[in-house]
Each structure stands twice: as structure tokens, then as C-alpha cells.
């Protein structure tokens, strides 16, 4: 199965920015779909951003749209997520996952097969 480790998370002040990266394994990653989710105690899993397997098209919860931005590099097996002018609230643990082969990215976590371990990004007030 792929292999997804996401890193780039810490202790930022608000306003503050983080690049989160998230390196996957396998020769096919250039064709599936990825996405950006985070979990903040006491809550459900929310969407975050995802981006289309060609790099084309990106998606972005109205919670973060302006502030986040999605990317991927093929040719280093490598999705980032760019936070900039960063809130408390957005004080979560932060997934990467896999979607589907030449999908567009969807905000269901149901949509996504494969998931990394998590960086935790805390955001001081």
C-alpha cells in the first residue's frame, strides 16, 4: 500500500505561516487525487483542501479558501499545503490521504483510501 508521512507541523503565532509537505511512496502517484484533512479535539475529521491528479484543479473548505493553498510536485512524490495568516482555530492534527486514480478531489473522507500518520500544527493567540 502507499506510504504517506506528512511533516512541516509546530507551534506557530497567529498570523504566522506553516508549508506542510506530505511525501508518498509509489510510482503512480502523479495519478491519483490528494487531499489535506485536520482533526481538532472533540471533533470530527474536516476537509481541508484537495487537488486534482494533474495538478489542475484544487478545492478548499470555506474555512480556509484565501488563507490555504494546495499544491503537488510529481516529480517528487510530494503534496504541500501552504497556511498562511494563521488562527487559533485552526489548531488541529493535519492528514494527507490518497484519493482516486485521475479523480478531481472531493471533500469526503470516504473518497480517499490512504491516509498519513498526521502532523500536529498549534496556533498561539
Known amino acids: 500500500q502507499v506510504r504517506l508521512v506528512e511533516s512541516g507541523g509546530g507551534l506557530v503565532q497567529a498570523g504566522g505561516s506553516l508549508r506542510l509537505s506530505c511525501a508518498a511512496s509509489?510510482?503512480?502517484?502523479?495519478?491519483?487525487?490528494m487531499g489535506w484533512f485536520r482533526q481538532a479535539p472533540g471533533k470530527e475529521r474536516e476537509f481541508v483542501a484537495a487537488?486534482?491528479?494533474?495538478?489542475?484543479?484544487?478545492y478548499y473548505a470555506d474555512s480556509v479558501k484565501g488563507r490555504f493553498t494546495i499544491s503537488r510536485d510529481n516529480a517528487k512524490n510530494t503534496v504541500y499545503l501552504q497556511m498562511n495568516s494563521l488562527k487559533p482555530e485552526d489548531t488541529a492534527v493535519y492528514y494527507c490521504?490518497?484519493?482516486?486514480?485521475?479523480?478531481?478531489?472531493?471533500?469526503?473522507?470516504?473518497?480517499?483510501?490512504?491516509w498519513g500518520q498526521g502532523t500536529q500544527v498549534t496556533v498561539s493567540s
Open positions: 490521504a490518497r484519493g482516486r486514480i485521475y479523480g478531481n478531489g472531493r471533500s469526503s473522507p470516504d473518497e480517499y483510501g490512504s
Open positions: 487537488i486534482s491528479w494533474s495538478g489542475g484543479t484544487t
Open positions: 509509489g510510482r503512480t502517484f502523479s495519478t491519483y487525487a
